[in-house]
């Protein structure tokens, strides 16, 4: 099964085709069990459809393509497939401001995977990784990315390492955030994880009191957040960006990157209406 992080933080975590982190996370392309090749084309085609629309920031037309591919997969109870267009489902949710609802999917996904006895559940604690960030659960986002850790591939490993150090920067653990930052350090600078990083590195440094060093990789993280079309993410960075202007004195500065996240959240919610 092909799989393709597109990275936004963890957010990570992506979508069939390109995650991220959150940072973002990955997305799963329909490809039939290894077993016996399962070719529903009303699957197939919800699928492709959910990919195409996801690369071109199209969430909630995504989440409803792949809805429609989950109930396809529930309705033949395939659980390669439930795992799949769950996965993405509860991606697309998260990318279009909906953490909520994609915890529900991952609550029902998993439910009918553990009743199947599927065994590949990693990748779903790193999408509830990224949901837990969203919502500011910081202590669920660390557990969650902990479990995610315990996958196979190391991209999985590596995102959920970069929402682990959100996390813990947003708890204050220096000392987690160092522990992370060490880990991921063949992580390359043009990567998909890049912008993640760059926030951890941005948490390490306001931790460590380094205001001017916190404000650079802040701003750097939330360009590539911007990059990736994940404003949520963007505007945690600019935020923390903003709180490192007001500790090194530029209050003046501060109130206006404050500004600027607010304006961006209002149009957000406005565009969704």
Known sequence: MKRVFYCSALSAVTLPGRLGILCSLAVLA???????????PHYADAMETGRSVFDLGQMGQAAGQYRLALQRAFIADDAREIHDAGFNLAT????????????????????????RHWPLRADLHLVRAAAYLKLGNWEGACQQARLAQKAPDSAT??????????????????????????????VPEGSVLAAGVQEVQALQAYLSHQWMAA??????????????????DMRRALSLEARALDASGDTAGAA??????????????ASQK
């Open 256 to 269: 206006r990157l404050q500004t600027v996240i607010e304006a961006s959240r209002n149009a957000e919610a």
């Open 92 to 115: 697309a949710e998260l990318r279009a401001g909906n953490p909520q609802g994609a915890l529900k999917t991952l609550d029902r996904v998993e439910q009918a995977l553990l009743l």
């Open 157 to 186: 490993v590596s995102a959920a390492l970069v929402m682990e150090g959100l996390a813990e920067g947003q708890l204050g653990d220096l000392q987690g955030v160092t522990a992370v930052l060490a880990q991921l350090q063949h």
């Open 30 to 40: 329909g490809c039939g069990s290894a077993r016996q090749p399962w070719n529903d």
């Open 215 to 232: 404000i650079t990789l802040a701003g750097k993280a939330a360009a590539g957040w911007r990059t990736e079309f994940d404003y949520g």
